[in-house]
Each structure stands twice: as C-alpha cells, then as structure tokens.
C-alpha cells in the first residue's frame, strides 16, 4: 500500500538553527500538508500546498516557516530560526487529484534544546 | 469546518464491537463525515468517510443518522491494537483545497 514517508524521524537542534524536514507523499498525488502535534496536546494543522503554491495556512504558519516542493518527489517543511516551542511532531500528508482521504505519515519528532 | 463532540473517553472489552460516536449537529451539505485514528503518537490513520450513506470496509463501519447530524463509527470486533484515540471530523475536500481539522477525539481503551 503507498504511504508517505518522513525524514529524520527524529532530530534534535539548537535554539535558533534551521531545520528542514523532509517528506515524500504518496506518488501522483497533488495535494500536500504540514501538521503539527505538541506533547500531549491535539493535532493542528499548519499548511496546505497545491499546484506550487500555499493554498491555505494557519496563524501557527508564521514568517518562521516555509515549504518547498524542489523536485518532483519531495516536499519539505523549513523553519528558519527553531525556539523551544517548535518542539513537537510533525506529520506530512498528502491527497490525489480526485481523492477525498488524505494519509499521513509518521512523523517527525523535532526537539529544539 | 464543521465542529465534532465526541466523549472523551470509552472502553471495549477485547472482541466485542466498540460504537464511538460523533454529533456534528451543523454539518454542511457537502461535508464528509472523517474517521481517523492515531496509536500512540504515530501519525493518524484513515479509517473510513461518508456522506450520506452508511459505509464498511475491512477496519470498520459508519453509520450516519439521516438528518446527518450525528454518525458511530463501529468496530466489529475490537482488539488490543485498537486502543487508539479515535477522532470523527467533518470536512470538505475540493479541487483547490480544504483541509481536516482535528479535534480532541476519544480515547478508546480495550481491555482483555
């Protein structure tokens, strides 16, 4: 079955270091997300990109994050300047053309120190 | 996006079927009704989506009122590997976008 995978699954950075996040959805797919999951708190959502572009963002999604989609493959998640409160899992997703489900990936687990 | 009220919490003895249930009372027209779940901080699995019409696939079964107003996702037989929170969202996912909004979900407990 296809799956989104993630990369690192877990990464441990100073305060104030870049970090970019790596994630390769499902192949064909066009839509793509960014999720985020603090300690023991819900799942929120950070950002849709669709046709190159940000479709849709949440207040969390600040100056400090962007996202990319360099190749046909991959599609990352930068924050420039990591504070402690980043520290949480980041879930990719992605969703086809004609598709109503979006799948997640694992996770990565950012701790900022 | 439509909001979900879901119980907290529930427990399900080891192979007996778990009924979690879901009001999503201002549901729009075009809204699909989303289960998800997530074991233990991995990223959260699709289990099942309808929207008017109840629904199975080989890990569970939604059943949605007809007024649309309320749905309980079941799993006919539950296991250990079921103790999850569950999280029922209502949503539309068009051509330019849309996106699912987690809420607190339930946390389903399985007990031998």
């Known amino acids: 079955e296809p799956e989104v995978t993630q990369t690192p699954s877990h990464q441990v950075t100073q305060m104030g270091q870049e970090v970019i996040l790596r994630c390769v959805p499902i192949s064909n797919h066009l839509y793509f997300y960014w999720y985020r999951q603090i300690l023991g708190q819900k799942v929120e959502f950070l950002v849709s990109f669709y046709n190159n572009e940000i479709s849709e963002k949440s207040e969390i999604f600040d100056d400090q994050f962007s996202v990319e989609r360099p190749d046909g493959s991959n599609f990352t998640l930068k924050i420039r300047s990591t504070k402690l409160e980043d520290s949480a899992m980041y879930f990719c997703?992605?969703?086809?053309?004609?598709?109503?489900?979006?799948?997640f990936g694992e996770g990565s687990w950012l701790t900022v120190v | 996006d439509a909001k979900t009220t879901q119980p907290p919490s529930m427990d399900c003895a080891e192979g007996r079927a778990a009924n979690l249930p879901c009001n999503h009372s201002t549901i729009s027209g075009n809204e699909y009704v989303y289960w998800y779940r997530q074991i233990h901080s991995q990223g959260p699995q699709y289990i099942i989506h309808?929207?008017?019409n109840n629904e199975t696939n080989e890990m569970a079964s939604l059943i949605i009122t007809e007024d649309r107003k309320s749905s309980t996702l079941i799993l006919p037989h539950a296991t250990l590997r079921d103790t999850a929170v569950y999280y029922c969202?209502?949503?539309?996912?068009?051509?330019?976008?849309?996106?699912?909004?987690f809420g607190q979900g339930t946390e389903l407990s399985v007990k031998p």
């Open positions: 997703a992605s969703r086809g053309s004609s598709g109503n489900t979006i799948y």
């Open positions: 309808g929207l008017k």
């Open positions: 969202i209502v949503s539309h996912l068009y051509n330019q976008g849309g996106k699912l909004i």
